[in-house]
């Protein structure tokens, strides 16, 4: 009997498990931080979402695999942002015809105190002394791919701050490689790489950052148990707190004053203990606007700002965009079994111009999106993800005359014949290569279409993406 009275997250893919839609309403996350994020996962993969959920123990999969309602009274897992979750789950494949399309899930969150103190989020694993450790990649400096200069210089300092006791603060929009920098300093440094652990401040309810942080004695409040705080149990290490601005700014003043005498007290305690921990933090904006939006308290900035890494976005390094492309290929390449040799100049030129919100992290995703798909050994802009040509579609009428100003001049034939081929290219590609629906966005009958897809060497199966 299913036991489930309400539900607070609904979600929606298909029988590739792309997310065809997903909305999560949760009071213990900032509610438009997360609109914003559920949006993102649309059109990408649930397992990319949700990466340390294996296939056994998702129920998405096994309803789609099944063809069967699956109904799971506990499930605890985490996205790719940290936040954990444990929910009870009823998952129903969707079904045409005796073909399973996909699978829709209803969840209730039932996650307690209990699932937030373990902490899965902080990737912690036990070694052979039951201590707790984090399992670190293995990127150093020499991982991180850059011509700027301001990176360039941003690797010099971090080299420096890698051994320095003081604190260090990054900041950058997401997707510029924060975390890459911390796990090189890491590396880098000459503390223990054995005693490092990492934070989401916006995985944590208020009401537990302190112990969580400094420990707490049994009684300190109802339930509370003798537990130790990650800065003891980072002791001559190194404790990341990303997504600094999302702690509250309460326990940010306890914080400050913990970097400052280097002492911690338990919660519950009256004795204090000297610590020695090498603090990184990050942000994904501007610190002088968290602090005037008041996410990060003015003093904790002061005191973080000696030792300051500003990550320069992909859009103010242009330069870097040829030298990614080519990394990335060949890091697909190998994955997709694909002998992908370059992208076609038009696309280069749409790379260059486009404002890549999402920085590195998409260009990385979207040049894997479309070497999984493609045939040939160029990439060209109709192996393009539909959600970036809808935003290329949007492009400001600014940029628009900023092309039209850097174009050379041409006949007026072979300018109409560009703007049809241009024309049918994006209705194809908005399309997937169904003709019918081309047709109607380029308000011709679907006979004329094929005929001029004929006439200008057109063929729809290069539009459509290969099923997996």
């Not at 309400?6 to 979600?11: E, P, T, V």
Request: with cysteine; aromatic share 8%; proline share 3%.
């Amino acid at each position: 009997m299913w036991k489930i009275d309400y539900i607070d997250s609904l979600a929606i893919v298909d029988k590739n498990f792309k997310v065809l839609h997903s909305f999560r309403y949760n009071p213990r996350f900032d509610e438009d931080i997360m609109e914003n994020i559920y949006l993102d996962y649309i059109n990408k993969n649930f397992f990319e979402i949700y990466p340390y959920l294996s296939q056994d123990e998702s129920t998405m999969y096994e309803a789609i695999k099944s063809n069967r309602i699956v109904y799971n009274e506990s499930q605890t897992f985490t996205d790719y942002l940290g936040r954990v979750f444990h929910t009870m789950n009823l998952t129903i494949p969707i079904v045409r015809e005796g073909e399973v399309l996909g699978a829709i899930e209803l969840s209730k969150d039932i996650t307690s105190i209990d699932d937030l103190e373990r902490i899965p989020n902080l990737k912690i694993i036990k070694d052979k002394k039951k201590s707790q450790t984090v399992d670190l990649e293995k990127f150093t400096f020499k991982d991180i791919v850059t011509v700027n200069q301001e990176m360039l210089e941003n690797i010099r300092r971090a080299k420096i701050f890698s051994n320095s006791p003081s604190a260090t603060l990054i900041y950058g929009e997401t997707g510029t490689g924060k975390e890459l920098f911390v796990q090189a300093m890491v590396n880098y440094g000459n503390r223990s790489r054995e005693k490092f652990i990492a934070l989401s401040c916006a995985a944590i309810p208020e009401n537990l950052f302190e112990s969580i942080l400094f420990g707490s004695v049994k009684g300190a409040y109802t339930g509370a148990d003798d537990r130790i705080g990650l800065f003891e149990q980072t002791h001559k290490g190194v404790l990341f707190l990303d997504e600094l601005n999302s702690m509250p700014v309460q326990i940010q003043a306890k914080l400050l004053r913990v970097l400052q005498d280097r002492v911690v007290r338990k919660l519950g305690s009256e004795t204090e203990k000297r610590i020695d921990v090498k603090v990184i933090g990050a942000i994904n904006c501007d610190p002088l606007d968290a602090i005037e939006r008041g996410q990060l308290r003015e003093d904790l900035f002061y005191r973080l700002s000696s030792n300051l890494i500003r990550l320069v976005p992909l859009r103010e390094r242009k330069e870097d965009i040829p030298i990614y492309i080519d990394y990335f290929i060949k890091e697909h390449n190998g994955v997709y079994g694909k002998n992908i040799e370059g992208i076609s100049t038009a696309l280069m030129d749409l790379f260059l111009n486009y404002d890549w919100k999402g920085n590195v992290r998409e260009l990385k995703h979207i040049l894997e999106a479309m070497i999984s798909i493609a045939n040939e050994n160029t990439l060209t802009v109709k192996h393009l993800p539909l959600y970036m040509t809808g935003r290329i579609s949007k492009e400001s009428p600014q940029k628009a005359k900023k092309h039209i100003n850097q174009a050379p001049l041409i006949s007026l034939n072979n300018a109409l014949a560009k703007t049809e081929l241009d024309l049918l290219n994006r209705a194809l590609i908005w399309s997937g290569g169904h003709l019918t629906k081309a047709a109607e966005i380029l308000g011709i009958p679907r006979q004329t279409l094929k005929y001029r897809m004929k006439k200008l060497g057109i063929k729809s199966q290069d539009y459509k993406q290969k099923k997996s």
